[in-house]
């Protein structure tokens, strides 16, 4: 084989690693990744160490194998920004916006804060203004619990204490078991709720986006000053929100 044919391999070898570990609903070892990719381990090392080193893969907090790096999640960002997908989506949270009339917003989980990655603003000229390609924490808003939701029980007991849980107001949880509390709320109703934890004046609904086999893979979410709206209201609009959730998902 000659040296190009040789690198092209081995850039399709990375990319199966990357795909199998991606895949996983777990961290995935040197051994549990022979059988998916079918690479000998002396081979996985060698391809683990170099994506560990450029980001797209990282060891697991806990040390129990490998999971996305943030440069993968970055590149699945920008390649979801830069198809036709983003005009679709764009054009349902504009629906969204509209028909609730607040502030609509596509979030991503980006290692462990939360990544705007879309949104459509409400036309109202008091609102709260959090910029797409804005990260935001997971302990203290609408999108970030719903995505702790996601995890098990035992990932959230095990994550939760790396957690800086910062008060940005009264009301920010900052005690591990009053979140662990909130989280398990949240994955009963599978609605992520934010009532002026991160921002004083204002409350967040979010629901997840999931994939084929019921992941959630970005949450769908709306604020509002609470001048304008309270959570029980917020709640109404439930409906709105999930439809628009599915139709995200089908896509």
């Known amino acids: ?28 070892t040197v051994v549990d990744l022979v059988e998916p990719t079918g690479l000998p381990k002396a081979t996985l090392h060698r391809q683990c160490n170099l994506l560990e080193a450029e980001g797209f893969i990282s060891q697991d907090p806990n040390g129990r194998g490998y999971v996305g790096g943030d440069r993968l999640r970055r590149l699945a960002h920008l390649t979801m920004a830069a198809s036709g997908e983003r005009t679709y989506r764009h054009g349902i949270l504009t629906a969204v916006s509209r028909e609730i009339g607040e502030t609509c917003n596509f979030v991503l989980p980006l290692g462990i804060e939360m990544y705007y990655s ?14 797409i390609g804005s990260n935001v924490p997971v302990h203290c808003t609408a ?9 098990t029980q035992r990932q959230c007991k095990e994550l939760i204490p790396a957690l800086t849980l910062q008060k940005f107001t009264e009301n920010t949880i900052t005690d591990a078991d009053s979140l662990m509390a909130a989280i398990e709320i949240t994955r009963r109703e599978r609605v ?9 004046g204002m409350v967040a609904l979010a629901v997840p986006v ?9 949450a769908l979410a709306f604020h509002a000053p609470t001048v304008r709206m309270d959570l029980e209201k917020a709640r109404t609009f439930l409906p709105i929100l999930e439809k628009a959730a599915r139709a995200l998902a089908s896509n």
């Open 210 to 218: 999931t994939d084929a086999r019921g992941r959630m893979v970005a």
């Open 192 to 200: 992520g709720i934010d009532n002026q934890e991160f921002v004083d």
């Open 143 to 151: 999108s970030g619990k719903l995505y702790l939701s996601f995890l």
């Open 118 to 131: 879309d949104r459509v603003e409400t036309k109202w000229p008091l609102r709260h203004q959090l910029p």
């Open 1 to 28: 084989m000659d040296d190009k044919n040789d690198k092209s391999s081995r850039s399709v070898r990375a990319l199966e690693v990357v795909e199998a570990i991606v895949q996983a609903d777990r961290p995935m």
